[in-house]
């Protein structure tokens, strides 16, 4: 049986990353390959919280330790070699117990982090414009560009719309790149005018809430991570209330309203007492 060509082999890459971005699927964590980046990240938070004694057993970091060595051995994004034998010995002198040794190579894993996030997709075009793509690596190729770009918060909507209509064109490598660049933007600001039936005629909008309505719409703008990714700013004809949501893609920022809706109309609810705690 004749070998497949690189131009083949990446055309199955592409019909992969098709197939893992369709929104139909039902997701299953099992299926999926974690993130280069997201290993590193979990890596270091396991190792925290072992030393703070957050977690009380050793498990859980030697675990995610074995995850990160295997992933980073393996995975192209890291780039050249020397980087990655430096990052695989600081991963693995990362132990449970908390002495400056660990706590130096976690910091180090850190540095390294930051650096393979910034090249992680430019590494994987070089790496299929070079043709080292193999049967072996098709499947790992799909997998790790799509979930380093779903860990980055782009929709699975979006990105299965990005990959049929520019992957013909630009081939993966060209997709790799064009992300690589479209990542050197910030993520941008939505802004939805969302209806409410919980207005009424008044003046102020802290009036037109509900008592119930008006205290989870507060607690969800004070605990959330980034003000600006949840920021109550206007009522318009006092029926509708603005919010601005910062995401990386419309499909995205749509998703986050919508969990950030029924989070308020679960804590209104549970509030008034409509719900069961």
Known sequence: MAEATQQQLQAR????????????????????????????????????NTWSGTLSTEHALNDVRSDAVRVVSSDPGIGKDTLRSQVLVDIKKIKAEDTAESRNACGRVEQWRTRIDRDYL???????????????????????IVTHLRSLGYSRTHLRGWIVDRGDSLGVAGLAREAARNLRHPPRTY??????????????????LSAALYSAVQADFEGAENAREFDLTTIIDTRTVTLDIVAADPSAALNS????????MTRAALAAGALDP
């Open 13 to 48: 890459v592409l019909a992969r990353m098709e197939e893992l971005t369709d929104p139909s699927s039902r997701w299953q964590r099992a299926l999926w390959t974690v993130a280069c980046v997201t290993t590193l990240d979990e890596l270091v938070e396991a190792a925290r």
């Open 122 to 144: 430019r590494n994987w075009a070089v790496f299929l414009e070079d043709g080292r793509l193999t049967e072996a690596t098709v499947e790992l190729a799909a997998r790790s």
């Open 191 to 208: 802004s939805f005018v969302v209806a409410s039936t919980h207005l009424g005629r008044a003046a102020r909008w802290e009036d037109a």
């Open 257 to 264: 309203l919508q969990l950030r809706i029924d989070r308020m």
